[in-house]
């Protein structure tokens, strides 16, 4: 099976190419360096997020992709009475910009509502209507489901540099944690960088990382990203040095890093985190621990990667709990996985016939039933295209979306009731 990684880019290559697409292009062409460029630890790498496409750094906008303003608004058609059932948002990006997309009947059917200059790459919504969408330095939160966009970028304080977003969430409409990175001029790979917000975005604050002296802590990027109600925190990413997990106790105000903790079991690259319960924490992303759970908030951890299907074949970059027993986990292949029993076995859930390169970056369900997984497919580097499914029978059978043709890529999924 072929290996399929999110998009990466050297610095010096992202500032070689002036618009979007270009980038994200030499993105894909370069995927199957980076583990050479790992391996080195001589190659700053830049993750989709923090690079390839958008304003993050200011070298790669497209000058004629409209600027943020202070407030948005969506143009998607309105739904009919007939079609309103789980609603869905993904992020991603199209030719020159981002992408903020919406469905009305749980992800089987996509509008357009926004396409920003910023590139976009995380989406978390709490209900209807309260939702962030963030990226390569921009925040991006609407109260009213979509219809209306409001930048936030502006109300970021106590840092000295550029936030590259790539994930948001929240528990609360007033309380959010974004991660990624900060690109500080000079420096073409960044500290990790968590942002928190408390009072619904009118302030984001950094949070505190107790230093370290490893060098990931110090040159690093953060890529999943899950919070709880009982102030359960936790985050992964990797650095120049390998591999990071931060953990929070305080609702995300203050971080430690627990990555000897994970020890082998944290994956070759970690890529997604669920917080499913007030003590489970779960990570999913590549090489031969491509699921490990932990029960006890950190403090030990168990590789399932055995209970799956794939058996470490595969990368999982996104996995999706509804309660501490049910999920579903989605990955390079494209593949879908379920489990019914916290993770003690995994099943897969075929999916329709069509794809031959790329993978599924993210999944999210918002019942038992009905549930959405996105990506991209790029068998043809100069072709790419966004692809989604949807279920509504908890993912015993999966039907593919109905995608604007402009969107070349979708990078993360949130669906509500």
């Known amino acids: 099976m072929r290996s399929v990684r999110r998009p990466f880019l050297s610095a010096s290559?992202?500032?070689?190419?002036?618009?979007?697409?270009?980038?994200?292009?030499?993105?894909?062409?370069?995927?199957?360096?980076?583990?050479?460029?790992?391996?080195?630890?001589l190659v700053p790498i830049l993750f989709v997020a923090f690079g390839c496409g958008g304003n993050g750094s200011g070298d790669n906008v497209d000058d004629h992709a409209p600027t943020p303003t202070p407030h948005m608004t969506a143009t998607a058609p309105e739904p009919t009475a007939t079609?309103?059932?789980?609603?869905?948002?993904?992020?991603?990006f199209e030719h020159g910009r981002g992408v903020i997309a919406r469905s009305e009947?749980?992800?089987?059917?996509?509008?357009?509502?926004?396409?920003?200059?910023?590139?976009?790459?995380?989406?978390?919504?709490?209900?209807?209507?309260?939702?962030?969408a963030v990226g390569g330095g921009e925040i991006l939160h609407t109260s009213d489901g979509g219809d209306s966009w409001a930048s936030q970028i502006g109300n970021v304080s106590t840092v000295d540099g550029t936030p590259l977003l790539s994930k948001v969430t929240?528990?609360?409409?007033?309380?959010?944690?974004?991660?990624?990175?900060?690109?500080?001029?000079g420096q073409e790979f960044g500290p990790?960088?968590?942002?928190?917000?408390?009072?619904?975005?009118?302030?984001?604050?950094?949070a505190t990382i107790t230093p370290g002296q490893r060098p990931a802590l110090q040159k690093g990027a953060l890529q999943g990203v899950c919070l709880t109600s009982a102030g359960i925190g936790f985050a992964v990413g990797f650095g120049v040095s390998g591999n990071l997990a931060l953990l929070s106790t305080d609702s995300g105000a203050t971080w430690s890093d627990i990555t000897e903790q994970i020890g082998p079991r944290l994956a070759d690259q970690p890529e997604g985190v669920a917080c499913s319960g007030p003590s489970d924490l779960w990570i999913v992303g590549d090489g031969r621990a491509s699921i490990a759970h932990s029960a006890d908030t950190g403090t030990t951890w168990t590789d399932q990667t055995s209970n799956t299907p794939i058996g470490g074949t595969e990368q999982l970059f996104g996995i999706s709990f509804i309660d501490p027993a049910?999920?579903?986990?989605?990955?390079?292949?494209?593949v879908v996985l379920h489990t019914a029993d916290g993770g003690r076995s995994w099943l897969d859930q075929p999916l329709p016939g069509g794809m031959d390169g790329g993978g599924l970056l993210a999944i999210s369900f918002a019942t038992?039933?009905?549930?959405?997984?996105?990506?991209?497919?790029?068998?043809?580097?100069?072709?790419?295209?966004?692809?989604?499914?949807?279920?509504?029978?908890?993912?015993?059978t999966w039907t593919q979306s109905s995608i604007p043709p402009e969107v070349l890529g979708l990078l993360d999924v949130s669906v509500v009731e």
Do not use: K
């Open 170 to 185: 929240s528990v609360t409409d007033r309380r959010g944690l974004a991660v990624g990175s900060l690109n500080i001029a």
């Open 192 to 206: 990790p960088l968590i942002l928190l917000t408390t009072d619904g975005g009118e302030h984001w604050t950094s």
């Open 83 to 92: 079609t309103r059932s789980a609603r869905a948002w993904a992020v991603g």
């Open 368 to 396: 038992a039933t009905v549930g959405a997984t996105v990506g991209l497919n790029e068998s043809n580097i100069l072709a790419l295209v966004a692809v989604a499914f949807a279920t509504r029978d908890g993912g015993t």
């Open 13 to 41: 290559y992202a500032r070689a190419s002036r618009g979007y697409y270009d980038a994200i292009v030499m993105c894909r062409a370069m995927s199957s360096l980076v583990r050479t460029a790992r391996a080195w630890a």
């Open 326 to 334: 049910t999920a579903w986990a989605a990955g390079g292949g494209p």
């Open 105 to 132: 009947d749980g992800g089987a059917q996509w509008s357009i509502v926004l396409t920003p200059s910023a590139s976009l790459n995380g989406v978390r919504f709490l209900n209807r209507s309260d939702g962030w």
